[in-house]
């Protein structure tokens, strides 16, 4: 790598109406994110910044929803665990045998 350049690492891709956008970060910089579209003209892939704020905000939104839904998902497995171990104190109170 050449002295003057910097080290981005993706992450995430986001697509929204057969646009694809990357969040990249400089790396150890995940904190100071950028927004960039893909654009690809005659085959060479390039990364153009963000400007549009509407454009902008909206890729957020659907970056911040895949969290969410993950957040979502890991709450629902530790409702559960948490359900399994209540269905198990109560066995255990009642004299059950699983």
Do not use: C, H, W
Not at 51 to 71: A, L, R, S
Request: aromatic residues 6%; charged residues 50%; glycine residues 4%.
């Amino acid at each position: 790598m050449e002295e003057n350049q910097i080290e981005y690492e993706l992450i995430e891709k986001i697509e929204i109406r057969n646009r694809s956008y990357a969040i990249i970060a400089e790396k150890g910089k995940e904190d100071e994110a950028f927004v960039m579209r893909i654009k690809e003209v005659k085959g060479v892939k390039d990364l153009v910044p963000v400007n549009d704020d509407k454009e902008f905000d909206e890729v957020m939104k659907k970056y911040e929803e895949k969290f969410i839904d993950v957040d979502d998902a890991g709450d629902e497995e530790k409702l559960i665990e948490e359900d399994e171990e209540t269905i198990t104190e109560i066995d255990d109170l009642a004299g059950n045998e699983r």
